[in-house]
């Protein structure tokens, strides 16, 4: 045993990893996955049910109308990401890789909102966006365009797009600082070659830098969809567990939190006697939703490498 780690010294470095990744992030999927094939709140004794919890989810109208609507608003988020803020992303680093006048103090304004808690980013928008002390409906006011002075944060249609706002504002900045890594680590032989030829600043970007930074534009664009997922803070502390006004904020992770954990008490919500059960359940569909995207990320990677 002891040749056989002298060998493999390695070995002993990657165990401890092993161990706490095994505890923290195999077994609990593992956990979750058996307990969604039961009945159980938490509290009383387990009942097992095979497959039902997946059957009841997706045939009974009530769960099935929060679970589209949740996924729906978490791919709007999503799509709105990569149509949106993507694009900021790239242009805003390619504008700080070129060094264009103050990009050190524009990297550090757009970089800064990622330090500011998610409670803070809601009331600064609130601030804002308020019917009644917001600055935009008492500007609309002061110029006499009374009749644009809305509830904004309250209005269902426009919920999403307001909240996606936060989160963009709040963390558009990391993405950046990737980008820009992964720019100052082009070949500077080809930029230089296309500026001979005449190529302008924004043809530089389009048909030498983004080419050779393909892998971590994908690599945030998985992010991005891990992300919009799995985001809870901002429609809870913006909406509330029910996702606001009717439902017009709730997203995916809020979804399972609710059935899970109860949208008015502690033992759960509709279904009280199964909360734990089907709410693991929900957290296995969000685990495959997930997982699978992450798997054609990775089979996709790995074929464009072979091209090479």
């Not at 195999?26 to 307990?35: E, G, H, V």
């Not at 409906?137 to 797009?161: D, H, Q, S, T």
């Not at 996606?164 to 600082?177: C, F």
């Not at 992300?227 to 809020?254: E, K, P, W």
């Amino acid at each position: 045993m002891i040749t056989f780690f002298k060998k493999r010294p390695y070995i002993l470095f990657l165990v401890p990893g092993i161990i706490l990744y095994t505890a923290l992030i195999i077994y609990p999927i593992f956990s979750a996955m058996q307990l969604s094939l039961y009945e159980w709140n938490g509290i009383g004794p387990k009942t097992f049910v095979w497959i039902r919890n997946y059957v009841e989810l997706f045939t009974d109208d009530f769960l099935m109308s929060q679970f589209t609507n949740a996924l729906g608003n978490s791919l709007k988020l999503f799509a709105l990401t990569v149509f949106i803020q993507t694009p900021l992303q790239i242009i805003f680093a390619y504008m700080v890789y070129s060094k264009m006048k103050n990009h050190r103090l524009a990297q550090i304004t757009i970089f800064a909102p990622q330090f500011i808690s998610t409670p803070i980013i809601v009331f600064i928008f609130r601030l804002l966006l308020d019917d009644n002390v917001g600055v935009i409906n008492n500007l609309f006011r002061i110029i006499g365009l009374n009749a644009l002075a809305k509830p904004w944060l309250g209005v269902p249609e426009l919920g999403i797009f307001f909240m996606y706002l936060m989160i963009t504002w709040g963390g558009i900045g990391v993405g950046m600082t990737f980008l820009i890594g992964a720019m100052n680590m082009v070949s500077v032989d080809g930029l230089e070659a296309a500026y001979i030829e005449g190529a302008g600043y924004w043809t530089r970007l389009l048909k030498v830098i983004l080419p050779q930074i393909k892998a971590t534009i994908i690599n945030l664009i998985l992010i991005a969809y891990i992300y919009a997922m799995t985001m809870f803070d901002f429609s809870y502390v913006l909406g509330g567990n029910t996702g606001g006004v009717g439902g017009s904020i709730d997203v995916m992770a809020l979804f399972f939190y609710r059935i899970a954990f109860g949208d008015s008490n502690p033992v759960g919500g509709k279904i009280s006697s199964n909360s734990i059960g089907m709410g693991t359940t929900i957290a296995c569909v969000l685990f495959v939703l997930i997982f699978a995207i992450s798997l054609l990320q990775i089979i996709y990677m790995s074929k464009s490498e072979e091209d090479r």
